[in-house]
Nanobody
C-alpha cells in the first residue's frame, strides 16, 4: 500500500517561491510520482510528474520554466520547487502515485493520493 504525505504549502506573494514535499512509502522505482492542483469548482490538473526508475520528468506547459519536480532517493521524497509564483497557481496541491505509463497528467492514471497541501499566492 502506497502512502503519501504532502508538506510545504503556505502563503506567498506574487513572484515568491515555495517548495512542496511528498514523503512516500510502499512504492518501488517502477512508479510515477506526480503533483496535481485543484481550485474549488475546477477539475484537478496535472502539474508535473517523475518516473522514479529513469528520472524522466513531465511538466505542464503552464508551469514549465517555473516549477521543477525532483526525487530524493535517500529520503523517499518527491519535491516540487515552485518559483515565480502567480495568483493563478493558488490551489490545493496533491501528490499522487501510479504504476501506469503514459497520460501522466490524467487523474485517472493514479491510484494513490495524498491529502493535499494548500498554496495561496496573493497579488
Amino acid at each position: 500500500q502506497v502512502q503519501l504525505v504532502e508538506s510545504g504549502g503556505g502563503s506567498v506573494q506574487t513572484g515568491g517561491s515555495l517548495r512542496l514535499s511528498c514523503t512516500a512509502s510502499g512504492y518501488t522505482d517502477n512508479y510515477y510520482l506526480g503533483w496535481f492542483r485543484q481550485v474549488p469548482g475546477k477539475e484537478r490538473e496535472g502539474v508535473a510528474a517523475i518516473y522514479i526508475r529513469t528520472g524522466d520528468v513531465y511538466t505542464a506547459a503552464s508551469v514549465k520554466g517555473r516549477f521543477t519536480i525532483s526525487h530524493d532517493n535517500a529520503k523517499n521524497t518527491v519535491h516540487l520547487q515552485m518559483n515565480s509564483l502567480r495568483p493563478e497557481d493558488t490551489g490545493m496541491y496533491y501528490c499522487a502515485a501510479s504504476t501506469r505509463s503514459g497520460a501522466w497528467a490524467f487523474v485517472s492514471t493514479y491510484a494513490y493520493w495524498g491529502q493535499g497541501t494548500q498554496v495561496t499566492v496573493s497579488s
